[in-house]
């Protein structure tokens, strides 16, 4: 992609995606039970959101995604195809089901929607074969006048990625994917900036071996701007893309923000396609009020299938809870007053420095509720994190350990152990640490790739070092 061509894209998306002013009291939405609540005003009870009813049969999945000036909410559902199949043959596995999207406004009521065709079929009595489509998450465009997703029909041989612009009257696709590894289902994507990624995992038709790569199309003519792997070819086997999205990382031109499965949150950048540590860890704040409370992801002292929220209200940072079933970001309010996290997956309100309950029915474990209230917006924050109280977890490393502020030595049957420039088994070789050497461990731990990575010093240089792998340690306390 041309440098100057990417400029220009980012210079009119920007322009573009100024955000327009959300209301003060937005209500807090909740997905309960496959049916949109909202918090009443008193905030003691819930009500349907009359504008919003869906017809029967239809359940939402997953949360409900806010538009960025707060008056529209986006739906995915599973259809009545699901659910009259069901109570026929009673469950199934392999692939992914049908599912719709509906665009709401809660005060006038559903302005567009993208059901099956009336000729779908799932398990039908009659023998008719399977015929229907898949949707993906949707998501806004930063200006909030647009929607994507992917979407594919039976099987998921062909992709594509669709979006829908509010002043038209259908959704167009933009672009094809390649056939995905793996179960057939749709792809996820992410928008809010100036190209719409896609995390596609194709293969290779003959040796089998999976293509992972961020895909970025330009919405308008769905040309493909970024195409890059987004796991090195060296890096361990426990890394792959957990999240990804859109991030202000304090430079001229917005960043991709990548979480890998082994706890490390990377940096993409969409016009060199390189990839680098990030310093510090994403942040979520409300587009309308950038300086109220903010969420922190937290993954370098928990692993990614463990991630850590806090609270952040100026100086002062709150655990929340850690999410360990997904990445679930805490729900903010429009004027940066509150948030609601999750608690073993139920939502709590948070608000002048302490827990709420809120006012929800008994949930079931397999049917949790899912909350949505402004619409937040991502950036880096890079200041202090207080301890995690259940410790550094990072799969495919032995327990660390070492501590900051003391002194490691290479285990001497383990022979040398390299020194990189970040905690990264892709970045740059500094040097070796000799078996037996001795240094000062000046940071860390962080994990990534697999790892338990330590910031040391040895020789006057400074850089990074693993611990060891497995259950066998490279390096042990000194003394």
Known sequence: MGRL??????????????PLAAQADAPLYLAIEGELMRVTASGAALEPVAKCALQPGERILGAPMISPDGTLIAL??????VSEARARVGGWGGGENPSDIVICDPAAGIIASFRQPEDAALFDPTGRPDSFTVRSAPAWSADGTG????????????????VFELSGDSAEPI?????????????????GGPLIL????????VSLVEDARMLGFDPASGETLLDVPVVPENANVFSFIMEFFWIDAGGDAPQIALLLSSGAWYLLDPATGERSLMTGVPEQVSIAAPDGLATVADARMAQAVNLRWLARDGASLTALADDVRGFRPPAIAADGSALVYYDNLTPVLWRNGASESLPLPPLSPG??????WGYGIWRVYSGPLPPAETGFVCFGAPPPRLAAGTQAVVVEEQGDNNLRAEPDTAATLLGVIPAGSTMDVTDGPVCADGYAWWQVT??????WTAEGEGSTYWLQPAG
């Open 198 to 205: 896609v995390h596609s995992i194709g293969f290779d038709p």
């Open 5 to 18: 061509l990417w400029l220009v894209l980012v210079s009119a998306v920007l322009l573009a995606a100024a």
């Open 76 to 81: 995915r559902l599973e259809p009545d195809l």
């Open 147 to 162: 929607l994507a997703w992917t979407e594919c029909p039976v099987g998921c041989d062909t992709l594509q990625v669709m």
């Open 458 to 463: 040895y020789g006057g240089q400074t850089g």
């Open 367 to 372: 049917d949790p509720a899912h909350a949505a």
């Open 175 to 191: 672009a094809a994917l390649p056939p995905q590894y793996g179960v057939p289902v749709s792809v996820p994507v992410a928008w």
